[in-house]
């Protein structure tokens, strides 16, 4: 190891006190070889499908346990025998504080996430190296900047997969020889139980409050996503507007030559990558360490025209879709990427479904699906796209233990009216009566869920003048009422759809 970064970009004193000690991959390591290992799989969701397959011919034993899935060997975690047990693999969905899991623990059986088990599975290719990951986390834009690296990669002509958390299971995609590189969208529930992997290049996008009720405090939650610098190889990339993701950098035990390199929608300083009027530029890997104008100079990546296909329906790009950009020119710069390849990578790039996409236009009011902004950062982030009072939201639904003050007091300026849904309503109602009382707010009764987004539409279009936007950016999770954040979305612009009619401008 080489010890902590600090972010001029240099390694800093050895920091070895700060590794993971009680979560080292030694301590975590099961004690005995594949072929006669017992493994429990713990949650049979995709990951733990993905998790079944790939150990089904490799160890002894393989039993699941999983209350909602009929085809699991065990529905009662509590008849699990854990003395027959050698490694259990935990999917995101099982919380540290799951009985089964404490009680694995506390036996001294190792918990792994798919994660873990697919960094012990990676398959070399011909030369006998193997796929370097680049790693993304952070509580929104994951998705984003990961799909935008992969754009980027495949404008370098390498073989890339968007893996982990969008796209196929990481154990899945490790065991494919024929991958270049690896982008690898990691959550705070995924990273939890990771305890070995070493990403070539690792981000932290942003910190915000999210799945408290998963991780029990905000800082038990930063933790967890700061793990994904630990062991990096070559950079640690950054928010320089996000204190915490520079600090997790500083306590991160990283590999010798290891670099912190930040992003920033300001002007970049060294080994930072940023904006100077309207170019993305590269103060980090512009030139080689030993060039004596490194330090003067910085290599144009981009401009925000070759961003202009994301702009919202006022035409300009928000300031969170840069970031993500920044972020992902920055890993793929760290992996040797050129710059072209990085203008042309943001320029094919488009984005995935539910994410500020515009669903239609009819009497001048825009609609527009944001189901993704499933946390009070993502919302923020989509209302500040929008101009003063101009913006119908429609929000709501499970809170997972957040708090909406500061997102209400930060977007009051936006707001014409707001539109509620969700089982429980109210942690949004509270904080808008506390700090939003002149704005309209009304409450979609939840009791026909079916209903609920062609209702919420409905009263959203009643309030809406000319020139607004009826933004569906629900700040919570979809779980009470919805399958899914893309089922949610669905009904959304399939409620506008349906009461604008065939002749209404769609968006793309």
């Known amino acids: 190891m080489g010890g902590q970064l600090v972010p001029d970009g240099t390694p800093g004193p050895d920091a070895t006190e700060h590794g993971l000690a009680a979560h080292g991959p030694a301590a975590e390591a099961p004690s005995v070889a594949w072929e006669r290992a017992r493994v429990l799989v713990a949650g049979l969701g995709v990951s733990g499908r993905a998790v079944v397959e790939a150990l089904a011919s490799r160890v002894a034993s393989l039993v699941t346990v999983d209350r909602s899935a009929p085809d699991a060997d065990v529905q009662d975690a509590s008849r699990v025998d854990l003395s027959a047990v050698d490694l259990v693999i935990a999917s995101p969905g099982w919380a540290p504080s799951s009985d089964l899991l404490v009680a694995a623990r506390a036996a001294g059986v190792p918990v792994w996430s798919e994660v873990e088990l697919a960094w012990a599975l990676r398959a070399p290719r011909a030369d006998g190296t193997f796929a370097p990951w680049l790693a993304v986390t952070g509580t929104n834009g994951k998705t984003t900047t990961v799909e935008m690296l992969t754009s980027i990669l495949a404008a370098a002509g390498l073989r890339a997969a968007a893996v982990g958390n969008v796209g196929a299971p990481v154990v899945s995609a490790a065991q494919d020889p024929d991958l270049d590189v690896l982008a690898v969208e990691l959550s705070s529930f995924q990273l939890h139980f990771t305890h070995s992997m070493s990403a070539q290049a690792a981000a932290v996008l942003n910190i915000a409050p999210d799945h408290l009720d998963w991780h029990g405090s905000l800082d038990a939650y930063a933790d967890d996503k700061g793990r994904i610098y630990e062991r990096a190889q070559l950079a640690c990339v950054y928010n320089v507007a996000d204190p915490r993701t520079e600090h997790l950098v500083r306590e991160a035990d990283v590999e010798e030559g290891a670099r912190a390199i930040g992003f920033t929608l300001g002007a970049p300083a060294r080994a930072q990558l940023g904006v100077i009027e309207d170019v993305l530029v590269d103060r980090a890997f512009h030139a080689a360490p030993d060039d004596p104008a490194r330090h003067r100079t910085a290599q144009e990546l981009a401009t925000l025209a070759d961003l202009s296909h994301l702009a919202g329906p006022d035409g300009v790009v928000p300031a969170h879709i840069v970031s993500d950009a920044l972020a992902a020119a920055a890993l793929a710069r760290a992996h040797g990427v050129d710059a072209r390849a990085v203008r042309d990578g943001l320029r094919a790039f488009s984005p995935g479904a539910h994410r500020i996409a515009l669903v239609a236009t009819v009497d001048e009011v825009s609609y527009v699906d944001d189901s993704k902004a499933t946390n009070a950062h993502a919302a923020s982030a989509a209302l500040g796209a929008f101009g003063p009072r101009s913006v119908v939201w429609i929000a709501g639904g499970l809170a997972k233990g957040a708090t909406f ?104």
């Open 405 to 508: 003050d500061e997102l209400v007091r930060a977007r009051l300026s936006r707001l014409r009216a707001v539109v509620l849904i969700g089982e429980d309503p109210e942690p949004l109602a509270s904080a808008l009566a506390r700090h939003a009382p002149d704005v309209p707010v009304v409450r979609i009764d939840p009791g026909d869920t079916g209903s609920v987004m062609q209702r919420a539409v409905s009263s959203a279009r009643g309030l809406a003048a000319p020139g607004d936007t009826v933004l569906l950016a629900p700040a919570s999770a979809s779980m009470d009422q919805f399958a899914s954040y893309a089922a949610r979305g669905a009904a959304f612009a399939d409620a506008v759809r349906g009461q604008t009619g065939p002749e209404t401008e769609q968006g793309g």
